[in-house]
């Protein structure tokens, strides 16, 4: 079946430090790639998507390359911010926009 | 800039009762999704919407579930008769179109079941 993995959290880091939360999929055709992000008290938000191999999305300052050899779509950014602290969920669709299925989500707190 | 709402944004309720979680999608969206967080687990499909019909379902979405639109703004979730094992975050979704691959998000609704 369908499925995505998520690096385990809790992430702690330094404000102005490199992120990588690591994402991996399993899937049948060729999904589409996002990244949502859910800050405390809120919804889950959209962060960034790709939709076909090699595609790159940025947001934020935030970056995620849709690599099909590797089935991966690691997040990164290269400084963040205490605003930055939430959990933030890997997530796939196979038929187009339809039915997501979502990591586990990695919590991140960025620290002054 | 529209988004999702739901109501409330925390139930409480005694093992046995029904609920009805409330969603309104973004206005011009024409599919309708809800999903669910146990703490501490993944966020997980249960159901899509469109046309007035259940267009797709997952295996948790048993006879207690059911949905409905009941008006030109409204998605509800019903759970006729809650069980301990309920107790979750639930989200609401919407989707604009068939050319649309983004589903927005509502914020929540935390129900808890005594």
């Known amino acids: 079946g369908n499925s995505v993995t998520q690096m385990e959290g809790p992430v702690t880091l330094s404000e102005e430090a490199f992120l990588t939360i690591n994402c991996t999929y399993t899937?049948?055709?060729?999904?589409?790639l996002f990244w949502y992000v859910q800050y405390p008290g809120e919804g889950l938000q959209l962060l960034l998507k790709?939709?076909?191999?090699?595609d790159k999305g940025s947001n934020k300052g935030f970056e995620a390359t849709y690599r099909k050899e590797t089935t991966s779509f690691h997040l990164e950014k290269g400084s963040v911010q205490v605003s930055d602290s939430a959990v933030y969920f890997c997530?796939?669709?196979?038929?187009?926009?339809?039915?997501?299925?979502f990591g586990p989500g990695t919590r991140l707190s960025v620290l002054p | 800039e529209p988004e999702v709402t739901q109501t409330p944004s925390h139930q409480v309720t005694q093992m046995g009762q029904e609920v009805i979680l409330r969603c309104v999608p973004i206005?011009?969206?024409?599919?309708f999704y809800w999903y669910r967080q146990i703490l501490g687990q993944k966020v997980e499909f249960l159901v899509s919407?469109?046309?007035?019909?259940?267009?797709?379902k997952s295996e948790i979405f048993d006879d207690q579930f059911s949905v409905e639109r009941p008006d030109g703004s409204n998605f509800t979730l019903k759970i006729r008769s809650t069980k301990l094992e309920d107790s979750a975050m639930y989200f609401c979704?919407?989707?604009?179109?068939?050319?649309?691959?983004?589903?927005?998000f509502g914020p929540g609704t935390r129900l808890t079941v005594l």
């Open positions: 979704a919407s989707r604009q179109g068939p050319m649309a691959d983004t589903q927005y």
């Open positions: 899937a049948t055709g060729y999904p589409s």
């Open positions: 790709a939709t076909k191999a090699d």
């Open positions: 997530a796939l669709s196979v038929v187009y926009g339809q039915n997501f299925v």
């Open positions: 206005s011009n969206h024409l599919y």
């Open positions: 919407f469109y046309n007035n019909e259940i267009s797709e």
